[in-house]
């Protein structure tokens, strides 16, 4: 299989299942290759790693989930596959340089999910 296939077969797996825990092996062992070279060949396609681009899926979903509802941030973060709310937060403003709550009430009104 051509790397560019076998790299959309990643991220197939990776986005139907953002919310799931998983390794890079076990990601590999679903897209029938070798840990090391799905690492190589996905962050040489995507410019980042098979996990990193995990949890940019999981901070768009957040995205989301925080403009779209009135869930409370701690559901937010089970919902997206971060267990610890406090990591969530932190990644979440890693990502957006703002918590989640400062992002909900700036979009609050927007009522439809239009990313920056």
Not at 6 to 28: G, H, K, P, R
Not at 45 to 66: D, F, N, S, W
Not at 67 to 93: C, H, M, Q, W, Y
Request: charged share 25%; aromatic share 10%.
């Amino acid at each position: 299989m051509p790397d560019e296939e076998w790299v959309m077969q990643a991220e197939a797996y990776i986005e139907e299942n953002y919310a799931l825990s998983f390794t890079l092996s076990d990601l590999a062992e679903a897209c029938h290759g070798s840990p090391y070279h799905l690492h190589r060949v996905f962050k040489g396609l995507k410019g980042l790693t098979p996990l990193a681009y995990q949890q940019q899926i999981r901070m768009e979903k957040a995205k989301v989930y925080l403009i779209e509802t009135d869930l409370p941030v701690k559901e937010i973060a089970g919902l997206v596959g971060v267990s610890n709310p406090a990591r969530f937060i932190t990644l979440f403003k890693e990502k957006n340089n703002q918590t989640p709550r400062q992002f909900r009430k700036e979009s609050a009104g927007r009522g439809v999910y239009n990313e920056k």
